[in-house]
T-cell receptor, first 113, second 110 residues
Framework: DTGVSQNPRHKITKRGQNVTFRCDPI?????LYWYRQTLGQGPEFLTY????????KSRLLSDRFSAERPKGSFSTLEIQRTEQGDSAMYLC???????????FGSGTRLTVV | EDQVTQSPEALRLQEGESSSLNCSYT??????LFWYRQDPGKGPEFLFT???AGEEKEKERLKATLTKKESFLHITAPKPEDSATYLC???????????FGKGTSLLVTP
């Protein structure tokens, strides 16, 4: 197990299209997080899963965003009807216990044109 | 509202020139204060977790310290490979999210 894997690495989409990203966490990690990062900013929390349960969502998360983690393994993040403001790096992280020593993936860079 | 502020935004050092990065936080019920390093185009890489005022942690040329209002990342005799963005983040007792600052972009020149 070499770490947290995210696919695709890059995605260019037209405004209004739907996109889906995948995250494969470290296998023994039961906690999974999604963050969004724009240029010059720190990562911004989106949502958190413990096993398959989505336990926390940011108030900033639009209803166009949905995340799943079936069977507590990989996770997907879907953005419907993309907007130019959705252009960002989407980061996934996983951890074993409570605390912030997450292992982050390399992210999916989304560009909405 | 919980807030994490990092300074300076950017820092340029010559190789061997020691300095410190600052992270000020205003949060209700700090569970932990975290430092990450981020290289361009990559995800953040975990460095340290500090849980209580007075705590210190070290790793190679880096030392992190914590008070009740701020944390410092001290870099001793930096090398060009230490060039990166350094992020700090606070986690509170009320949730699981990390609240990140905007980061300090460090450039170490030979």
């Amino acid at each position: 197990d070499t770490g947290v894997s995210q696919n695709p690495r890059h995605k260019i989409t037209k405004r209004g299209q739907n996109v889906t990203f995948r995250c494969d966490p470290i296998s023994e990690h039961n906690r999974l997080y999604w963050y969004r990062q724009t240029l010059g900013q720190g990562p911004e929390f989106l949502t958190y899963f413990q096993n398959e349960a989505q336990l926390e969502k940011s108030r900033l998360l639009s209803d166009r965003f949905s995340a799943e983690r079936p069977k507590g393994s990989f996770s997907t993040l879907e953005i419907q009807r993309t907007e130019q403001g959705d252009s960002a790096m989407y980061l996934c992280a996983s951890s074993h216990g409570l605390g912030g020593s997450y292992t982050f993936g390399s992210g999916t860079r989304l560009t909405v044109v | 509202e919980d807030q994490v502020t990092q300074s300076p935004e950017a820092l340029r050092l010559q190789e061997g020139e020691s300095s410190s990065l600052n992270c000020s936080y205003t949060v209700s019920g700090l569970r932990g204060l975290f430092w990450y390093r981020q290289d361009p185009g990559k995800g953040p890489e975990f460095l340290f977790t500090l849980y209580s005022a007075g705590e210190e942690k070290e790793k190679e040329r880096l030392k992190a310290t914590l008070t009740k209002k701020e944390s410092f990342l001290h870099i001793t005799a930096p090398k060009p490979e230490d060039s990166a963005t350094y992020l700090c983040a606070a986690q509170t007792n009320s949730g699981y999210a990390l609240n990140f600052g905007k980061g300090t972009s460090l450039l170490v020149t030979p």
